[in-house]
């Protein structure tokens, strides 16, 4: 199954829109979202509307739970309602961390931290709105292998287990002002960090 995996939208829903015409051209099974989709850009609501007219299976943020967003009631329920992470077999999507005490996953300790404390092959998580990739495979205890990445395809070791994040759609940090979302095939294993140039970014903002 391939998965096209987005984060942290932040109310951006022509970058939203962006990425859902660049995925009809990828062939994609699914697509799963790992929260933060309002806050920050000119559209929540209407983020909020596709969305669910999608019905994209989402996990809740930081933003999702706590925002300064002129959203109806029914739309902070809908909000409020989302799980904190969806788990299958031995994957994992979140928002922050999978761990009962949640840091932000942004060196090697901290995702060392996670592999000694879940038990999930993958952890797929947002929040940072840039991409990160680290495997628990190291040479020094304590730490996990921070890998390079920018646009691209990446090859998974079977026997290894690693945090990802692909990066944001709205408010990207890190490498540039690109849109960023990746895609999982689960019968290559492999991962695709995707990044999309030309687009229109928050308040006017042109890449």
């Not at 391939?2 to 660049?22: K, P, W, Y």
């Not at 020094?140 to 290894?160: I, T």
């Not at 229109?200 to 890449?207: D, H, R």
Request: some cysteine; charged content about 20%.
């Amino acid at each position: 199954m391939r998965t096209a995996i987005l984060s942290d939208i932040h109310g951006n829903l022509e970058a939203l829109q962006c990425v859902l015409e660049d995925l009809q051209t990828r062939h994609c099974d699914r697509i799963i979202c790992l929260g933060d989709i309002v806050d920050g850009g000119l559209y929540d609501r209407e983020v909020i509307e596709l969305m669910q007219t999608l019905q994209i299976p989402t996990v809740q943020g930081n933003h999702d739970a706590c925002n300064d967003c002129y959203l109806s009631p029914d739309d902070q329920a809908w909000l409020n309602d989302l799980p904190q992470e969806i788990l299958e077999e031995d994957v994992c999507f979140t928002h922050i961390s999978p761990r009962h005490c949640q840091h932000k996953i942004s060196d090697r300790i901290e995702a060392w931290n996670v592999f000694s404390e879940t038990s999930q092959r993958l952890c797929f998580i947002g929040h940072l709105h840039f991409p990160v990739l680290y495997g628990l495979r190291c040479e020094f205890f304590g730490e996990s292998h921070s890998y390079e990445v920018d646009a691209g395809v990446y090859p998974l070791a079977p026997d290894d287990r690693y945090v990802i994040c692909f990066g944001a759609i709205g408010y990207p940090r890190g490498g540039g002002a690109f849109i960023r979302y990746g895609i999982y095939d689960d019968r290559t294993h492999n991962l695709e960090f995707i990044k999309l140039e030309g687009y229109l970014l928050p308040y006017g903002t042109s890449i």
